[in-house]
Every structure is written in structure tokens, then in C-alpha cells.
């Protein structure tokens, strides 16, 4: 708890103009490019979302074909990159400061310095290209196997299973994966997304506004919560007792992670889109099935919560169906929130575009509280 006013964490303050996404809070409805998330995300490749967020209306199946083309074979990480997130791996690191340093790495393959409108594209297509490729080189290190090369054939979804596994991954694999990275795709302007467009304002290119990004996800409050909520279902199933672990978890003070929104006050429209994919995934799928237990702790959560916090509507968010989908995919819990930023930075590098063409530099102010008049004590006379 802090003393925060409701604009200390910059709650309801406008900062930027975007055609990119809207959310609407109180309805719990999302567009993404103008379209609802429900009808998009399980409709279209991922590829198909990033052409519309940089280009504004979605390709026809020419442009397509060229777009697919020009992000595919911007796959390849210099050797560095591979380097970084090999000693990552080898000491155990977290997936997701992996990323962040393979990421940092990049412009090693070339230099991208002050690019013009063409190039800053170009840019913004390298960094989408080159996260999926980082994440899974890591994962491939961590398995003590070597990494697998990107094919340029595949869609972007199902190369970066590919890349993960050795072997092309299935249909209904490929397409829950894509219609998650979809619905995350973008989402306002979330932490991540900001520290995106802060960097860009000062005139910093699109793969330090990418890699400021990684690290503003890293955090539990933002996009480090599916894995605590993956944890939390699991012992929810292997007791057979969803209501006994959610109490177990607000009695000792916790935050029951995937509920709660900053600016949703109805349900979180992607949890709807996630939770419906899962459950068609799930009834699919032949696998072990958490979905019914997700779905009876998310009842549980949700009333457990309005009964502690009466004045404030806590349902589940995107977090809670990502680890459902995710998990029932085969990704481990490791690689939940690197894969959210390999959907995001989709949405960062828009956001990033978005903010060069109507560039101001973000610099807000700090209300001061510190001591005042204070002067100058040698260090030999301090006590
Ligand atoms: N569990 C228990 N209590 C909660 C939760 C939760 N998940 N979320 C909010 N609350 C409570 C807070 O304790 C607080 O209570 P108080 O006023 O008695 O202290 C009240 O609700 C308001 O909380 P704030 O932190 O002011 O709400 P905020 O808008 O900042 O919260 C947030 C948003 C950070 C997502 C929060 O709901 C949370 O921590 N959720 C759990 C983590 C999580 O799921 N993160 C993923 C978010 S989705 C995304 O970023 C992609």
C-alpha cells in the first residue's frame, strides 16, 4: 500500500494518440486495428495482425505472401546472439533476461542507426523476427540439444514451434498458438507498450525500445503472472480442492494471480477469446485436462474475491487462459511470458512507429517530498 493518488502510476492519464487498439474498460471490450479481438485473433495468422497494426487495413493474399516473405527471412540471430542466450542457459538464467540480452544483441548483425521511414520498418520487422528465434535458441541450450534453425516456409507461429521442438508441430497447435498471440498482441498502453514509446520519444531506435520493453514484462504485476497461475491450477488439480488453495492464498496476503485489471472493470475480453480456444484445445487434445479444474478456480477466485473486496471487481484476466492454452499446448511455464513478448513486440514496434511519426518526448514530473535546505557536511564531520 502507498499514498499514491490515482494519477501516481499515470492511471487514466492520456499520453499518446493510437489507432492501434482500443480498450474499453467498463464494457470489457477490445478492438485490435478495429476489429473485436473474439472475431480476429481465432480467425487470422499472426502474420495477417502485425501487417494491419503497421499498415492499417489487412493485406490482400499478394501482400500477404510478400509480408510473410519479408519477416521470415529476417529470422537468423548473429552467432553473438546465440552466445548470450547459451551462457544464459548454462547458468540457469531466466528465459526472460535471456531475451532481454539476446535481444540487446541484435544490432550486432547490422547497423541501424538513425533509420529513415523505410528502414525504421525494417527495423521493426527484425525485432518481431528475431524474439522467437532468441527464445527458443535459449529453450534448445537449456535441453542441452543444439539450436534449430528457422525455416522461412513456416508461418511465424508455426516455425517458432518448430524451432522449440525439433519437429513441425500439428494444426490445432499452430493454430491455439497463433490465436493467442493474437489476442495479445496489443493492448493499449500497458507497461510494456510505454516504456516502448518513452525510449522511442527520445529519438532511440526500435531495438532499445524493444529490449526496455522485455524487461517492463518481466514483472509478476504485468506479464509474469501465467506461471504462478499455471503452479496454482495444478495444485488446485492434484488435490482435487480449487477452493482450499485459493484461500490458502489470500489468507496468507497473496495476490491470486490472472484476476485483476488496471483497466478493466468488466471481465477481460481476451480471457473469454483465450478460454474458448483452450476449451476446444483441451476436448481436442486427448491431454491431461486442467481446463474443468481452471474453470471451477476461476468461480472459486472470483467469489472469494468479492467477498474480501466488495468495492472492486476482480475477474480473471488474459494471464489466467494464457497458462491454461499455453500448458495445454506444451509449452512449459518457463517460456509463458517469453512467448507473450513474442506476441507483444508486434505491439511495441507499432507503438514505437506509431510515436516517431508524431514524435514528443515523454517527460512527465514527480510531485517532490524530500528534505529541503539542507547543506553541504564534509564526510569527516558526519555522525
Ligand atoms: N488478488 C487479490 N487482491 C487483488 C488482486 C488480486 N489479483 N488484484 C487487485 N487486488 C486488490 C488489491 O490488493 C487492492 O486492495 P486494497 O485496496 O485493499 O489494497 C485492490 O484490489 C486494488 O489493487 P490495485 O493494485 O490498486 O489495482 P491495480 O489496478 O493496480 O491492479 C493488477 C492491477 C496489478 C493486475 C492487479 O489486479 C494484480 O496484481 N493482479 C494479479 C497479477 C496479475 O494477474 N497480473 C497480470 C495482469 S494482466 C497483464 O498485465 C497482461
Avoid at 477490445?30 to 499498415?55: F, K, S
Avoid at 507498450?193 to 531506435?205: G, L
Avoid at 513478448?341 to 514527480?366: C, D, I, M, T
Amino acid at each position: 500500500m502507498n499514498d499514491a493518488g490515482p494519477s501516481f502510476g499515470l492511471e487514466d492519464v492520456t499520453v499518446a494518440q493510437t489507432r492501434l487498439s482500443s480498450i474499453d474498460g467498463e464494457e470489457g471490450a477490445l478492438l485490435i486495428g478495429g476489429y473485436p479481438v473474439e472475431d480476429i485473433a481465432p480467425n487470422a495468422t499472426y502474420e495477417e495482425e502485425l501487417y494491419l497494426l503497421l499498415h492499417d487495413s489487412l493485406p490482400n493474399a499478394e501482400e500477404l505472401r510478400d509480408f510473410r516473405a519479408d519477416l521470415a527471412r529476417r529470422r537468423s540471430i548473429p552467432d553473438e546472439v546465440a552466445s548470450v542466450v547459451r551462457r544464459a542457459a548454462r547458468e540457469g538464467r531466466p528465459a526472460m533476461d535471456a531475451l532481454r540480452m539476446g535481444l540487446a544483441a541484435v544490432t550486432l548483425s547490422t547497423d541501424l542507426g538513425d533509420p529513415s521511414a523505410a528502414e525504421a520498418e525494417d527495423e521493426a520487422l527484425r525485432v518481431v523476427a528475431a524474439m522467437p528465434t532468441i527464445v527458443a535458441a535459449y529453450w534448445r541450450f537449456r535441453q542441452g540439444a543444439d539450436p534449430v534453425s528457422p525455416r522461412t516456409e513456416l508461418g511465424h507461429a508455426a516455425n517458432y514451434l518448430y524451432m522449440l521442438r525439433g519437429e513441425e508441430p500439428s494444426q490445432s497447435d499452430v493454430r491455439g498458438l497463433e490465436t493467442y498471440l493474437n489476442t495479445v498482441v496489443d493492448h493499449g498502453l500497458n507497461a510494456s507498450t510505454f516504456a516502448a514509446r518513452t525510449v522511442v520519444s527520445t529519438e532511440a531506435d526500435l531495438v532499445s525500445a524493444a529490449t526496455a520493453a522485455v524487461g517492463a514484462l518481466k514483472g509478476p504485476l504485468h506479464g509474469g503472472a501465467p506461471g504462478p497461475v499455471l503452479n496454482m491450477i495444478q495444485e488446485a488439480h492434484d488435490r482435487g480442492n480449487c477452493e482450499e488453495v485459493v484461500r490458502a492464498r489470500l489468507d496468507a496476503g497473496e495476490r491470486l494471480m490472472g484476476f485483476g485489471h488496471r483497466v478493466y472493470r468488466a471481465r477481460d475480453p481476451r480471457a473469454d477469446v483465450l478460454s474458448a480456444a483452450a476449451e476446444q484445445f483441451y476436448a481436442g487434445a486427448g491431454r491431461e485436462n486442467v481446463f474443468e479444474t481452471a474453470r471451477e478456480l476461476e468461480a472459486v477466485g472470483s467469489r472469494l474475491l468479492a467477498e474480501r473486496k466488495p468495492d472492486r471487481r476482480l475477474e480473471t484476466n488474459v494471464e489466467f487462459y494464457t497458462a491454461v492454452l499455453l500448458h495445454g499446448i506444451g509449452l512449459p511455464a518457463e517460456l509463458f511470458s517469453p512467448t507473450f513478448a513474442v506476441s507483444r513486440a508486434g505491439g511495441w514496434v507499432a507503438h514505437a512507429l506509431e510515436q516517431k511519426r508524431n514524435n514528443r518526448l515523454v517527460r512527465p514530473v514527480a510531485r517532490y517530498d524530500g528534505a529541503e535546505g539542507r547543506t553541504w557536511t564534509p564526510i569527516g564531520e558526519r555522525d
